[in-house]
C-alpha cells in the first residue's frame, strides 16, 4: 500500500507542478496578486508529496520489499543497511526520483525565503522551476517509474552493482546532485528576469547564494566521486577523463564563472547579457549531463541507463528548455544595457578574463567529450579522445587562471594600476619561485610539470594571504591582525577558496610528476623497495564479508627498519552480483600515499602486487574540502543571506514589452 501511495503522490505532484507552472505566469503578466501567491503553496506542497514518495521507495528498500522490481533489481537481504538505503539513488529511476526531490527542494526553497524579492520576480521564478519539476516528473513517470510491481515475487533480489557498495560513493550522488539540480533555480532566475525585464544589482545579490550552494555541493560531490575511483577502482588515478566525470566538471566551470560574473552584476551592474547567458548555459550543462549519463550513448562506470526512449526524453526536456530560453535570451539580451564602466585595468576586467578562460575550458572538455559520438555518428570512424588530448588543451587555461587569480583580486573596482598590484605581490611572488626553484633542485628528473605546479599553487595561496593582509588597511601588526578576524565572511570565503585551488593543483602536480610505481610477482614473505620505502608481503587469507568473499593480503609497510603501517589490499567477489572488485590499500601521510594493490595468484605461486608511492595525493581532496569551505564561508555571510531578497529601485534595467 506504502508503494501504490508514493507513486500516487508522485503523479498529485506532477498535476500540481502543471498548475504551478502556468497559474503564477498569468499571474504575474495580469498584475493579480492571488494567482501569484498559489506559486508559494503549490512549491512546498509539490516538495512535500516528493518527499514522501522519495520515503516510500527508502522504505521499500529498508525492509526488502521484492515485490517491487526496482528493489530486486539492487537490493539484498544480507547487504549492510547502508547500501540498502543508498540503494534508493543507486540506478537509473531512483536517481531520478532524487533528481526531482531536489528540484522540488530547491523551489520550495525559493518560496520559503524568497519574501524580499518582488511578487511578479518570485512568481516568474516558482513557475519557471515548476516547469522544470513538471518535465522530471513526467520523465519519471512514464519512462522510469520507480514503483513497478513484481508479478512474480522472488525470495531475494539481485545485489546492488558492488562498485557502488562503498562509502564514498554512497554520497557522492547526493551532494552531486544538490549542484547539478541546484543550478536549476539559477536558470529559473534567468528566465523570470528575462520574462519579467529586470536585471539589476538585487537580482545578481540574489542569484549569487544559490550560485555558490550549488558550486559548493558540486565541488564537494566531484571530489568525493574522485576519491572514490582513487581507491575503490584500484587503477590509482584520481581523474580519467571519462565523460560521466566531464559532465560533472563542465556545470562545476560554468558554475564558477556564473559566480565571478554575477558578483560584477551587483557591484558595478555590468555584464548583465553574459551572467544570464552563463545562468542558462550551467543548467543546460547539468541537462547535457543527464542525457549523457543515461541514454546508453556511452560505456561507463557511472553511467546509469542504455534505454535510447529515455534518451529521446531527455534530448526533447534539453531541447525545450535550452532552445526556449536561448531564444528568449536573443530576444532581450541586447537590451540589457551595462551602466557600469570600467577600464581595461581593473578587478571587472580580471573578473571578464576569469570567465573568459573558464567558460572556453569547459567548451574543451565538451568538444573532447562530444566528439568521438559525432564521429561516429556523421563519419562513421570510431576514435577515443582520452586524457592526453584533455591533459593538452585544459592544462594552459588553468594555468592562466592560476596566474590570474590573485592580481584579480587585489586590483581595485573600475580603474586600477597593474606595476600597484603587482608590488604588493612581489612577496607571494617571490615565495612561489623560490618553492619552484626548490622543487626543481630537488628532484631527480628535469621535468617542469612538478616544480610549476608547486610554484602555481603557492602563488595562489599566498596570494589569498596577501589578499586578506590589503583588506587590514595600514595599522599596525596588532590592529591588522584584529581587523583580518573581522573582516566579512565573504572576504574569508573568497580567500580560503582561492587558496584551495592552490593546494588542488599542488596535488595535481605532485602526483602527475613524482609518482612512483611498481609492479611485480611477490611470494609471501618477500620484501622489497619502492621509492624509499619498504613493503613486505606476509600473508594471504581468504574472508568472508556480509555479501561477499574477499582475498585478503597482510603487507608491512616500512621506512627503514621501523614498521609504520600494516595494510590489507582486498580482491572481493560478489556471488549474487557475480562481480570482482579491487580493493586498494592505503597509507594515507600528509606529503605522501603508499597505495597497494594486491593482484591476481600466479602459476608459480606467487601474487601479482601494484605498489606506489603518491606524493601530495591527499592535497588533491584537502583543496577540493577546502574550497567548499571557502563557499560555506561566503554563504553564511549575512549580507549574502539578507540581502539576497532585498529590491533596488533605482538600478533595474527594464526591457521592451514584447
Request: glycine share 10%; hydrophobic share 55%; with cysteine.
Amino acid at each position: 500500500m506504502v508503494i501504490e501511495l508514493g507513486h500516487f503522490a508522485l503523479t498529485l505532484a506532477l498535476a500540481i507542478a502543471l498548475v504551478q507552472a502556468v497559474i503564477p505566469l498569468i499571474g504575474a503578466h495580469k498584475g493579480w496578486s492571488g494567482w501569484m501567491a498559489m506559486a508559494e503553496p503549490a512549491a512546498t506542497a509539490q516538495f512535500l508529496l516528493t518527499a514522501f514518495s522519495f520515503g516510500a521507495l527508502t522504505y521499500a528498500f529498508v525492509t526488502s520489499d521484492f515485490s517491487v522490481s526496482l528493489v530486486v533489481s539492487n537490493s539484498h537481504t544480507l547487504k549492510p543497511m547502508l547500501y540498502k538505503v543508498t540503494g534508493v539513488w543507486g540506478n537509473h529511476e531512483g536517481s531520478m526520483l532524487l533528481w526531482v526531490l531536489i528540484v522540488t527542494l530547491f523551489g520550495a526553497m525559493a518560496a520559503w525565503f524568497g519574501g524580499g524579492l518582488p511578487p511578479g520576480l518570485r512568481a516568474r521564478v516558482l513557475a519557471v522551476q515548476s516547469a522544470i519539476s513538471a518535465a522530471f516528473f513526467a520523465f519519471v513517470l512514464f519512462t522510469s517509474n520507480p514503483f513497478t510491481r513484481m508479478q512474480a515475487i522472488p525470495f531475494d533480489g539481485r545485489d546492488l552493482n558492488p562498485l557502488l557498495q562503498d562509502p564514498g560513493l554512497a554520497f557522492h550522488p547526493p551532494f552531486l546532485y544538490l549542484g547539478y539540480v541546484g543550478l536549476s533555480i539559477c536558470f529559473s532566475f534567468a528566465v523570470a528576469a528575462l520574462i519579467e525585464g529586470r536585471v539589476d544589482a538585487a537580482w545578481g545579490r540574489w542569484v549569487r547564494p544559490w550560485t555558490l550552494a550549488a558550486w559548493v555541493f558540486l565541488t564537494i560531490g566531484i571530489a568525493l566521486g574522485s576519491w572514490w575511483s582513487y581507491y575503490e577502482l584500484g587503477w590509482g588515478g584520481f581523474w580519467f577523463w571519462d565523460p560521466v566525470e566531464n559532465a560533472s566538471l563542465m556545470p562545476w566551470l560554468i558554475s564558477a564563472a556564473l559566480l565571478h560574473s554575477a558578483i560584477v552584476v551587483e557591484k558595478r551592474e555590468a555584464l548583465k547579457s553574459w551572467t544570464i547567458l552563463l545562468a542558462i548555459v550551467a543548467f543546460g550543462f547539468s541537462l547535457i549531463g543527464a542525457f549523457i549519463t543515461r541514454s546508453g550513448i556511452i560505456t561507463s562506470v557511472h553511467a546509469f541507463a542504455s534505454d535510447p526512449d529515455r534518451g529521446m526524453f531527455l534530448l526533447l526536456i534539453l531541447g525545450v528548455f535550452m532552445g526556449g530560453a536561448l531564444t528568449l535570451y536573443a530576444a532581450r539580451a541586447s537590451a540589457m544595457e551595462a551602466k557600469g564602466v570600467f577600464s581595461t585595468v581593473s578587478r571587472e576586467s580580471a573578473l571578464v578574463f576569469n570567465n573568459i578562460l573558464l567558460a572556453v575550458s569547459a567548451f574543451v572538455v565538451f568538444v573532447g567529450t562530444i566528439w568521438p559520438l559525432f564521429a561516429e555518428m556523421a563519419f562513421d570512424r570510431k576514435l577515443s579522445v582520452g586524457a592526453p588530448f584533455f591533459n593538452m588543451a585544459f592544462t594552459p587555461f588553468m594555468v592562466a587562471l592560476a596566474l590570474l587569480l590573485p592580481i584579480g583580486s587585489t586590483l581595485p573596482w573600475k580603474r586600477g594600476r597593474l606595476g600597484r598590484a603587482m608590488s604588493t605581490l612581489l612577496p607571494a611572488m617571490g615565495l612561489a619561485l623560490a618553492i619552484g626553484a626548490l622543487a626543481w633542485s630537488m628532484q631527480t628528473g628535469r621535468s617542469a610539470l612538478g616544480p610549476a605546479g608547486l610554484a602555481l599553487g603557492t602563488w595562489l595561496i599566498s596570494g589569498a594571504v596577501v589578499d586578506l593582509w590589503l583588506r587590514a588597511g595600514r595599522a599596525g601588526l596588532a590592529d591588522r591582525l584584529r581587523r583580518i578576524a573581522r573582516l566579512p565572511r565573504a572576504d574569508w570565503g573568497k580567500s580560503v577558496a582561492h587558496a584551495g585551488v592552490g593546494i588542488t593543483m599542488i596535488g595535481v602536480a605532485g602526483v602527475m610528476a613524482w609518482e612512483i610505481e611498481d609492479i611485480r610477482v611477490a611470494q609471501i614473505g618477500d620484501r622489497f623497495e619502492v621509492g624509499g620505502y619498504g613493503i613486505s608481503f606476509e600473508n594471504v587469507e581468504d574472508v568472508q564479508g556480509p555479501n561477499y568473499i574477499s582475498t585478503m593480503a597482510t603487507m608491512g609497510v616500512w621506512r627503514g627498519e621501523t614498521r609504520i603501517a600494516t595494510l590489507t589490499p582486498e580482491k572481493r567477489v560478489y556471488p549474487v552480483a557475480r562481480m570482482p572488485t579491487t580493493e586498494a590499500a592505503l597509507d594515507i601521510g600528509f606529503f605522501r600515499d603508499v597505495y597497494l594493490v594486491i593482484g591476481d595468484p600466479q602459476e608459480n605461486g606467487g601474487w601479482a602486487v601494484r605498489s606506489y608511492i603518491k606524493p601530495f595525493a591527499n592535497w588533491i581532496w584537502g583543496g577540493a574540502i577546502i574550497m567548499g569551505l571557502g563557499g560555506l564561508l561566503s554563504l553564511s555571510d549575512r549580507r549574502v543571506r539578507v540581502a539576497a531578497g532585498a529590491r533596488r529601485e533605482g538600478g533595474a534595467t527594464p526591457l521592451p514589452a514584447e
